[in-house]
């Protein structure tokens, strides 16, 4: 119970809750977001973070997973489809980087250099979600269908590299799988779309979890405080999700995975000023952050000219974002 009051424990089950409201309000960031948190406060060895994070994810991502599949949001032929290749590759993915080195530290560095740059791909493809979705604006949108044709192999192929970046790094698992879902299946509605991957992600976590338990134990002090504050914060999210602009909080959430992306590539060892420039390196981490926040609108709007819509205005990111969704009912008009 000690363990439970210390300051440590204290920050991680902080961290925990305030991801997880943002997990519980926008349905995406949860080890993206989580691992890194974790990582940069120093709570512990980044494999035992990677494993914690896993372990609360399995137990989060489960009751998420019962709501949908109780209102029948799920496709469960697509979702076994994707289970019978991100499971085995889940599983196997722990054991291919411990099959790379022994020694604790270079096992660290390999592991940030995987997460972060699996952080600059959950954020690339938020932007390649909403590109995908305003080409789907300027078509009308396709014609909707929640019972695809199932198209088996490259269905697999999705599976088994979501299966593979999740065993790694834990980040991935709605990001990576959810882009690739949309691209398959563009008539699949949203909310069939997240219940699809809140199925097929909790055999793929517990997959991960139980691989890197296996190899490198589960830290009891890392878990507790971790489910704790993270499952209350994820249910006060969804409770505020209606009620809070999610387009903003998504944005900011790009610009911190890229963020922590690239800080956790300097971290792994990428010094592109030498050793000893850590100065260097956070500027060039906040400058990161300050050229997003001013030239990404700025390439938005070139893009949206490029396809016959103003720089600025309707359809909003918002609109174009939530495309498809039962709530989404005027961007087909004013497109």
Same mark, same amino acid.
């Given at each position: ?123 690339? *493809? ?202 989404? *009912? ?6």
């Amino acid at each position: 119970m000690d363990d439970l009051l210390t300051l440590t424990a204290l920050s991680i089950a902080a961290a925990g809750f305030f991801v997880g409201i943002v997990v519980g309000l926008t349905g995406m960031g949860g080890g993206a977001l989580m691992t890194p948190a974790l990582i940069f406060l120093g709570v512990g060895h980044t494999s035992a973070i990677v494993t914690a994070d896993l372990t609360a994810a399995a137990v989060y991502k489960t009751g998420g997973a019962i709501t949908h599949a109780r209102e029948g949001s799920p496709n469960l032929k697509l979702a076994g489809w994707l289970i019978l290749g991100s499971v085995p590759m889940a599983f196997v993915g722990p054991w291919l980087v411990k099959a790379l080195t022994d020694d604790p530290t270079e096992l660290e560095k390999t592991l940030k250099l995987c997460i972060g740059i699996a952080l600059l791909f959950a954020a690339s *493809t938020y932007a390649l979600r909403l590109y995908i979705n305003l080409k789907r604006v300027r078509r009308g949108g396709a014609l909707p269908d929640d019972n695809p044709r199932i198209r088996p192999l490259p269905t697999l192929l999705v599976g088994m590299l979501g299966g593979l970046l999740v065993g790694v790094t834990s980040v991935g698992s709605g990001s990576v799988i959810m882009i690739a879902l949309l691209m398959l299946y563009p008539g699949l509605s949203a909310v069939r779309l997240v219940g699809t991957d809140l199925v097929q992600a909790v055999p793929l976590v517990l997959s991960a979890a139980l691989a890197n338990i296996a190899i490198h134990g589960l830290e009891w002090s890392l878990v507790i405080p971790l489910v704790i504050g993270s499952v209350p914060g994820t249910l006060i999210g969804a409770r505020l999700a209606p009620r809070v602009p999610q387009s903003y909080i998504r944005r900011g959430i790009v610009i911190v995975l890229t963020m922590s992306g690239v800080a956790l590539l300097f971290k792994a060892g990428l010094h592109p000023f030498g050793e000893g420039h850590e100065t260097a390196e956070a500027l060039v981490v906040a400058g990161i952050g300050v050229a997003m926040l001013v030239l990404v609108p700025l390439v938005w709007g070139l893009i949206r000219r490029r396809h016959d819509l103003p720089m600025f205005g309707a359809p909003t990111v918002a609109e174009i974002e939530s495309f498809g969704s039962p709530e989404q *009912t005027t961007v087909r008009n004013e497109a």
